[in-house]
């Protein structure tokens, strides 16, 4: 676990650093933005690496999801982002246990199965 610590702590801070120095330009330029290119997508597409659109259709194949807001879409978008970055830097610590820089299905089962965090994950892969 002190691993994990190490070795995720540092593109962490760095990460926040360049998303603290990033999103504050870009929320102010992306409302600029938004208001000159008048995207459909509005001010949140700049912030989000996940296509909203593709989101958004997810979230609408639920019945019980008729409506969805930009807003709602833009927070599932991050919170996934969120949640793919995570597990990714912690399989990246068993991929560097095995002396690999390529992510392999058993760095993800590891990590899985290592952290009580992604405990609900168990058995998805299979």
Known sequence: MA?????????????LDRSGAEEEPR???????????????GPHSRLAKLPLSRIKAL???DPDVSLASQESVFIIAK????FVEMIA?????????????????KDLD?????IDEFAFLEGTLD
């Open 79 to 82: 919170a996934t982002e969120l």
């Open 3 to 15: 691993a994990t610590v190490a070795v995720s702590a540092p593109p962490a801070e760095s990460e």
């Open 89 to 105: 830097k912690d399989a990246l610590v068993y991929a560097q246990q095995g002396k690999r820089k390529t992510l392999q299905r």
């Open 27 to 41: 929320g102010d330029g992306g409302e600029e933005d938004g208001a000159q290119n008048s995207s459909p997508t």
């Open 59 to 61: 979230m609408k194949a």
């Open 110 to 114: 590891n990590a899985i199965e290592a």
